[in-house]
């Protein structure tokens, strides 16, 4: 069964840090585009970072520059996504996805939405 489980969302004070994580089961990352995006309640999900499982080149959302950094570990099978200096509108699910029809194609995957292969997501929550 193919599968992606997030983990590492929580509850974190402005300014703070989070590193989440996206295991993949039942496939290989490194033969998939991995993408990170996230949703408020009531929006569309935005794309905000991709990385090529096979040569490791990444797209990054404008806004999230310096912030937001997506990395991998072939060996874990597992995706990241590095948040800093997290903000109040930082607060959403974040969701990771998989698809292998965007190799070559990271930035066409984070503007995509019919992905092959969606996790269950993570709550991100900034406040005081």
């Known amino acids: 069964q193919l599968q992606l489980v997030e983990s590492g969302g929580g509850l974190v004070q402005p300014g703070g840090s989070l590193r989440l994580s996206c295991e993949a089961s039942g496939f290989a990352l490194k033969d998939y585009a991995v993408g990170w995006f996230r949703q408020y309640p009531g929006w569309e999900r935005e794309g905000l970072s991709c990385?090529?499982?096979?040569?490791?080149?990444?797209w990054l959302l404008g806004s999230v520059k310096g912030r937001f950094s997506i990395s991998r570990d072939s060996a874990k099978n597992t995706v990241y996504l590095q948040l800093t200096d997290l903000r109040p509108g930082d607060t959403a699910v974040y969701y990771c996805a998989a698809d292998n029809r965007y190799l070559r194609s990271v930035k066409a995957m984070c503007r995509g939405d019919d992905l092959q292969l969606w996790g269950q997501g993570t709550q991100v929550t900034v406040s005081s």
């Open positions: 990385v090529d499982g096979s040569d490791g080149s990444t």
